[in-house]
């Protein structure tokens, strides 16, 4: 072995090369489909406005749950305590009282449970109007079937609507269209219910400008305008497929105002009326009877609004009943001008 050190070199690893996969040709990704960005001129329908939903917290809600609950319980405890002394004076009259409390709470429990089915009906109604609205509007296959599938589970207890129903399952696998499968549904199940819409929106208008025109008092006016306005709301939803009550009578109502505020309704009514005062039609009549006129159209404008809430397939602009005609049917029922 020699002592001699070796001088330094340079070494050059060569590095093995991975083999490179072979290219894969590029391949076309399916079951992506993409929703047309629609404008708010391009829409065909537009469906009512829903009620605006708060996220915080309710201090009001809270309060109110908590007192309904203490009077509950303690309308319970008095029930019971009621019922116990009932069976310790006679136990005859025990099982009467106790058979009576059960009544009355069979009755609370009935009406409760139509309350919350009246509200869910409701709700069933604003779902079918936004899925109608979307397959109207992008001619969407799954809405459209949503919609459809909605709304004949809607109308399958109505007698009204068994006709309808044989004719739409008929034709309906023939429409592969989402617009047209909406437009079949609606020519069958909805739309000849227009014409009684009218129907009760006229008569209700008449017996508003009749009823202010007779009362006494702006009080009895008030009462009467709010009183004729629920009934009409409650028969439109009765009509549509609604299941009105106390609660959903309300939660409607508030709808129909929401609707006539982002609408421009009550502006339009003013328009209206100032279009026939300057005719010169309501100067013809007495000074009630223009009152009772006045009234009478607005309450066709909320008649025409809860007509928009309740149908669940929302109607074109150029197809929906306006104002004016509504308004020609009260203006004709004015009297004759007088000759001097």
Known sequence: MSDKPRNPQAFVLEQEQPDEPPARKPRAMTGITFEPELDEGDLIVMPPAPLARSRRFHWGTLLIGALFTLVSMWAGLAVTKLV????????????????????????????????????????????????????????DTRAANRAVENLKSLYASRSDAQLGLRELKQYESDILDGRDRVKLAERHLVSW??????????????????????????????????????????????????????????????????????????ALSDNLVQHVVGRGLLGRLSA???????????????????????????????????????????????PPEKEE
């Open 84 to 139: 116990e002394d009932f069976f310790t004076r006679s136990p005859a009259l025990g099982w009467v009282a106790l058979g009576v409390a059960s009544v009355a709470a069979l009755a609370a429990l009935v009406i409760i449970s139509r309350e919350i089915w009246a509200l869910a009906r409701l709700r069933q109604i604003e779902h079918i109007q936004i899925d109608a609205a979307h397959a109207i509007n992008a001619d």
């Open 193 to 266: 219910r227009d014409a009684e819409a009218h129907r009760i929106i006229a008569h209700a208008a008449r017996r508003i400008t009749f009823l202010t025109t007779v009362a006494p008092t702006a009080a009895l006016d008030i009462l009467f305008v709010a009183a004729q306005n629920l009934r009409m709301m409650r028969e439109l939803a009765t009509l549509y497929g609604g299941r009105p009550s106390t609660l959903a009578t309300l939660r409607l109502a508030r709808m129909v105002l929401s609707h006539l505020a982002l609408t421009g309704g009550i």
């Open 288 to 334: 009630r009877f223009g009152e009772g006129t006045v009234n009478g159209i607005l309450t066709a404008r909320v008649g025409l609004a809860a007509r928009d809430v309740c149908r669940p397939i929302p109607q074109e602009a150029s197809a929906k009943e306006t104002l004016g005609s509504l308004m020609k049917e009260l203006v004709s029922s004015a």
